[in-house]
């Protein structure tokens, strides 16, 4: 492939995570060049593979384009992938780095698993469905961040992944249960807490609500501090952008008790300031 095209097929994938990722696209333009482009492109596929399952289309037409992108994948396992930028910029990963395809076909299982939503009853349930929808992402992340890996890294790798996911949850809970008619709080905790899908559908933060959201925040915690034990084992280029990430997913739960749990009315997010202060720690541990 010829240079210029593979730098505008890079371009393609660029764009994508730019526009709906500011946070990753933050963390990972500091990679090298030719690894940040590889993160681009795992990227926009997941967010195609996302697109499939939270578009707007009726339930049909949203499996029929889940189906079509199982479909280029299996073309792409094949070497006889569509002629398009996604595909041609993956198989420049794929041929640079010792990849794996499977985390790419879980990650489909898990937009359709999103699309088939059912809520989660226990912790275990959630944690599985979140390494579908991201520990897999982990996982097509791992070559290229750890491509000097002596050891097994799979497991801190779906940590990471499951510990954003859980985060996310943890901050979009008003969205998804009024925009999709979702609970992700497994049934199991919101019993021991005492606290109903009534309560959430009036928004209520009480001090159930806090004790259940601090349980799933603790728990994404423990994961995140579960990956830093292994980071010393990535690549030494690889290790600030993934600490800016994790320092700015940790920083979504702090925004979330700032604003004393409101996770119905308030967008939780990064400030720009405390984006410089995460920044800043980073670097000065490096």
């Given at each position: 492939m010829d240079t210029e095209r593979m730098q505008a097929d890079f371009a393609y994938c660029e764009a994508i995570i730019k526009k709906h990722s500011k946070s990753f696209y933050y963390a990972f333009s500091q990679l090298p060049v030719e690894k940040a482009n590889a993160v681009y492109a795992i990227y926009a596929f997941c967010r195609t593979a996302d697109d499939c399952a939270d578009s707007s289309q009726p339930h049909l037409e949203k499996l029929a384009s889940l189906h079509r992108l199982?479909?280029?994948?299996?073309?792409?396992?094949?070497?006889?992938?569509?002629?398009?930028?996604?595909?041609?910029?993956?198989?420049?990963?794929?041929?640079?780095?010792?990849?794996?395809?499977?985390?790419?076909?879980?990650?489909?299982?898990?937009?359709w698993m999103d699309m088939n939503f059912a809520i989660p009853k226990t912790l275990y349930e959630l944690e599985s469905y979140s390494y579908y929808v991201a520990g897999s992402v982990g996982l097509m992340l791992l070559p290229v961040l750890a491509s000097k890996a002596s050891v097994d890294l799979r497991p801190s790798a779906i940590h990471l992944g499951t510990a954003m996911q859980i985060t996310n949850i943890l901050r979009d809970i008003g969205e998804d249960f009024h925009t999709k008619q979702r609970i992700y709080l497994p049934e199991e905790e919101m019993e021991r807490f005492r606290y109903t899908p009534e309560d959430l559908r009036h928004g209520f933060i009480n001090e159930n609500f806090v004790h259940l959201w601090e349980r799933l925040a603790k728990h994404a915690e423990s994961l995140y501090d579960l990956f830093n034990s292994s980071i010393v084992l990535y690549d030494d280029d690889s290790k600030m952008p993934l600490l800016l990430s994790i320092g700015v997913y940790r920083g979504i739960l702090d925004a979330v008790r700032s604003n004393n749990y409101d996770c119905f009315t308030k967008r939780n997010f990064v400030t720009k300031e405390n984006m410089i202060k995460i920044s800043s720690a980073v670097y000065n541990c490096s």
């Open positions: 199982k479909k280029e994948l299996d073309l792409f396992r094949e070497h006889a992938e569509v002629d398009h930028p996604l595909w041609r910029a993956l198989r420049q990963v794929f041929t640079k780095y010792d990849m794996d395809i499977q985390p790419f076909y879980d990650q489909l299982t898990g937009q």
